[in-house]
């Protein structure tokens, strides 16, 4: 099994900034690509950003100049740096990770449970 654990939600102002961390543990062997969704009350589940093994990136057209992904290959983690936050970014953020847990396995995607961020005056 993999487990992710999601932190650094919670309540900013808007104009603030967040960093939300995720780590990956468990039966991994490789990981390939990591991100961020979220989804908002009554809204479907959106992709924020992700991001490759090898750095590349792609965001959200409504998180871009605003939002930075990172990751740490050697600690299985992925960060999301959350800056200029806005009320419409308040959301559920959810981890995923696209990894093998063997080398003769195909790739298969986890998911965290989830961090809440609220962005309110």
């Known amino acids: 099994q993999v487990q992710l654990l999601e932190s650094g939600g919670g309540l900013v102002q808007p104009g603030g900034s967040l960093r939300l961390s995720c780590a990956a543990s468990?039966?991994?062997?490789?990981?390939?690509?990591m991100g961020w969704y979220r989804q908002a009350p009554g809204k479907e589940r959106d992709l924020v950003a992700r991001?490759?093994?090898?750095?590349?990136?792609d965001y959200a057209d409504s998180v871009k100049g605003r939002f930075a992904i990172s990751r740490d290959n050697a600690k299985n983690t992925v960060y999301l740096q959350m800056n200029s936050l806005r009320p419409d970014d308040t959301a559920v953020y959810y981890c995923?990770?696209?990894?093998?847990?063997?080398?003769?396995?195909?790739?298969?995607?986890?998911w965290g449970r989830g961090t809440q961020v609220t962005v309110s005056s």
């Open positions: 468990g039966s991994i062997f490789s990981m390939d690509l």
């Open positions: 995923y990770a696209v990894l093998r847990q063997a080398y003769y396995s195909g790739l298969t995607t986890w």
């Open positions: 991001i490759t093994r090898s750095s590349g990136t």
